[in-house]
Each structure stands twice: as C-alpha cells, then as structure tokens.
C-alpha cells in the first residue's frame, strides 16, 4: 500500500522547486519513494491528477512500485484518444531524468516495466466556461488492480469544488495545497472508473504562479517589515534622544533657578543675622558702665567719650 508519507515527502521537498519546470517536480515525486531500501511485497499503484498546475491542462501522472517477483510487468491502460506521447522517468537517459515516449497507438499506453519503480506522465485538457472549470477522466486497464490510490489536487484559487471521489483522505502541505486521496480496494480488468471534479475559477494564473507570486510577495513584506522596523527603531533611539536632551534642558532649567533661589535665601539669612549680630553688639555697649552715658560706639571703641572709663566689649 502506498503510504501517506511518499505524499508529504514529495510536496514537501517540492517547496524549493516551485518556480521550477514541472518535470523537476516529477522527478521528486518519483525519488521521494526510490530511495527506501524495502522491497515493496505487493503491487502499489497511484493515479493522480493536478489541474492548472503550470499550464491551463490537467497534469497526470502514474506510478507504479512492483515486486521483484511480478517483473518484468506488462500492462496495457487506455488514454484519451489525443494523448500521442507520455513523459516517462529514465534517469540514465537524460540530465532530468523525464522523456518523451511516442505512443504505439495513440489512446493507449502499453508498459513493459523492468524495474521496480516506474513512473510517467502526461496533460490531458481541462474544459474551461469562463470561470466554470469541468473535468472528466475514464480510466481503463487491462489488469485487475488491488488496493490502489488516486489523488486529486485541488488547485489554488478554486471555489466551489466537487469531485467524484467518496470521503476521500485530504490533507494540506506547508503552502497550504489541499489534496485528495482516496483507496480504491478493486478495480477488474476493463473495468472502467469514472474521475471527475469541476470547480470555480476567476483567476487565469496556475498554482505554480499563484505559489511564485505568495512567495514574492512574502519576501517583500518580510523586507518591508524589516527596513519598518530598522526605521521605527532608528525613530525610537532618535524619540529617546530627544526626550533625554529636553529632560536634561528641562533639569538643567531648574537647577538653576533652584541654584539662584538657593543663593537669594542664603544671603536673605546672612544679612538677616549679621544685622542681627550688630544689633546685639550695639546693645551690650551702647551704655557706659561708669556713667551711665548712653553713648554710639561700634567694636572699634574701647573707651567711653564722656568719662574715658575703658568698656568692656567682650
């Protein structure tokens, strides 16, 4: 059975490719499972399906993991009558490992895998109605098939989407694309299953654009954000200067005007006391002992003007 992680390790490492040609994503899918050294015990098959990823079509790929036991397999699966060429992943054959297969006949595709992993690919188109987008997809093999997967991408931007799948497994990968997959326990030979979603659109801009511009654009809000905040924090330090000099002015004010205030007050009490220190020296001498004379004299005199008898101004 294929597991859920082949999925997620795909997408996953499809993040750094996504402004990339899609057959680099192929080739991702194919290796995110070719590297596990298990021999797979059972036939694994997965169809999938990716409308409007870099083009107005419909992607669809196939892959097969096989045991050692079954090859070589051969198998014969029937395709819309204007398919005339798959994609098919040969990573000896060519620098990116996809290509180009001219079909037999056209309508069918007819494998002889030798290997235990095989993977290919083709478009199919997509009926557009202004913004209505409608697909269909009749698949067809001569084998009977046993507990295989499809999985449908739905694609960004799309409304209103529907598809022939019931209670499939969806899941979202780190940019948010949703995916469909549903188990199919039995398929008989030539025994026809019907795939279909429709969906609405008003945008002509496939996934991978749509991914491209999200991450532009995030780049610039992430330079945006900083040069904002390099220059709300320059602001800031220059805010801080500015108050730290006004209160330093401010501070430099008051201090004197506090330092004058101060100044007056001290020589308001200085003068007050001196004046007070006269007075009480006036007072002690302002009579002579002797004669009783009231006399004017200042600590220069020692000695009454009227009878000379010698004051003491101690």
Request: some cysteine; hydrophobic content about 35%.
């Amino acid at each position: 059975m294929c597991n859920r992680s082949y999925f997620l390790r795909f997408y996953n490492y499809t993040r750094n490719t996504i402004i990339k040609k899609l057959n680099i994503l192929s080739i991702l899918f194919y290796l995110s499972i070719s590297f596990s050294q298990n021999q797979f015990d059972k036939l694994d098959f997965v169809f999938g399906f990716f409308p409007e990823y870099d083009n107005s079509s419909v992607l669809v790929m196939l892959q097969y993991n096989i045991p050692e036991k079954l090859l070589p397999y051969k198998t014969e699966i029937k395709l819309p009558s204007d398919i005339t060429s798959i994609f098919e992943f040969q990573s000896e054959n060519s620098q990116n490992g996809l290509v180009e297969i001219p079909l037999k006949t056209n309508g069918y595709l007819e494998l002889n895998i030798v290997n235990s992993q095989y993977y290919c690919q083709f478009y199919v188109d997509l009926a557009h109605n202004d913004i209505q987008r409608n697909f269909e997809y009749i698949f067809e093999s001569n084998d009977d098939l046993i507990d295989f997967h499809v999985v449908l991408q739905r694609p960004l931007g799309a409304k209103k989407y529907q598809s022939s799948l019931v209670e499939p497994e969806e899941f979202n990968d780190e940019y948010n694309l949703t995916y469909n997959r549903k188990r199919i326990s039995k398929l008989d030979k030539n025994e026809k299953l019907k795939i279909s979603f429709s969906y609405v659109k008003e945008s002509s801009l496939t996934t991978l654009q749509i991914l491209d511009k999200i991450l532009a654009d995030h780049n610039h809000s992430e330079g945006e954000e900083h040069n904002h905040e390099h220059d709300h924090d320059q602001h800031g330090v220059e805010k801080v200067d500015n108050e730290l000099l006004d209160r330093f002015n401010k501070t430099k004010y008051y201090s004197l005007s506090f330092g004058f205030l101060l100044i007056l007050i001290l020589l308001i009490i200085f003068i007050l006391f001196k004046s007070k220190g006269k007075q009480n020296i006036l007072k002690k001498v302002n009579s002579c002992p002797n004669c009783k004379e009231n006399i004017n004299m200042n600590l220069a005199n020692e000695y009454c003007p009227n009878c000379g008898e010698k004051i003491n101004v101690s």
